[in-house]
């Protein structure tokens, strides 16, 4: 075992997670290991207790408790088949020398976890394109929410992206197709929204649960959110094509706002109940008959500026194949709508 030591934040090492720059600095320490010394306070910032996800800053201080000298056995990364290899490189949808866009498929983790092997993330060296290192996430997709994914392909522009993210800079819009009509239309949705545990043995199936805007401060966890939306077309009161931006940035944030205001997304078994069939009522994550029971979430549309060039990009990722089939079916065409319907001359 070593003793405890005080180790500085380099210059190249800021603006990232605690747990993740732990890793870096001692690879044979396993997340879990992480995570407990965290808790128990034995891992300090600057002296005061830290928690995995909390962002390290250039110049502040590390307090490493005693380690194992000899890393754990290493465990061989399976090679990646070609088919995985293939679907990624297919899926690149943008690349410059410095970011890489990803139209990621439905049903693809973006990151690994509980039983999770294949994502976006251990598969990103297939799209490597030989630059230096694979390309970096910068945020998330759900594991059933398809559409554009960024990624930075240096720390330094991963680091600059992750900033626009959190600052709130980018523009994301998603596509849905939901039970029922939202009304009015546009309409904004500000339930707060807390965690409610899973009940696996790491967690599993965890699930916010909405809060009334007047309670979110009195509601130990749960956080204030926001999402706009804009009904695109309708099929009277069966189901709608609706557009979503989510101006915070919560887990599951779509979902359990469309949910909470009786409007779940399509196939969305988790908050709209994988029993729950359509019948015409508004209510019901199922439409039946022909109509996939996968969910129907889209991240349609992604503006950012270019950390490098300072230019604005604006990427768009096509429907997945179980919702074109549902649009098909429905009479509703992409292009009869504008990019951003919440522009107050979309319409005009």
Known sequence: MSGVQQIEIGADEGDQRLDRWFRRRFPHVQQGRIEKMCRKGEIRLDGGRVKPATRVEV?????????PEQPAPAVRKPAIGEADATMMREAVIYRDDHIIALNKPPGLPTQGGSKQLRHVDGLAEAIRFEAEEKPRLVHRLDKDTSGVLLMARTRAVASALAKAFRARET???????????????????????????????????????????????????????TTDYAVL?????????????????????????????????????????????????GWGAQLGGEISRKLHLHARHLSFTHPVTGNRVTLTAPLPEHMARTWAMFDWFENDVPADPFDEEAFE
């Open 233 to 281: 077309s309708s099929l009277g009161t069966r189901a709608s094509w609706v557009a979503l931006v989510p101006v915070t940035g919560r887990t599951h944030q779509l979902r359990a706002h469309m949910a909470a205001i009786g409007h779940p997304i399509v196939g969305d078994g988790k908050y709209g109940g994988s029993g729950q069939e359509n019948l015409g009522d």
């Open 59 to 67: 110049g502040q201080t590390v307090r490493v408790p005693p380690l």
């Open 171 to 225: 523009r994301k819009i998603y596509w849905a197709a939901v039970a029922g009509t939202p009304s009015p239309s546009p309409g904004t949705i500000q339930f707060g929204l807390v965690k409610a545990p899973g009940h696996g043995k790491a967690g599993e199936g965890e699930k916010m649960i909405a809060v009334h805007p007047k309670e979110v401060d009195g509601t130990e966890g749960a956080k204030h959110a």
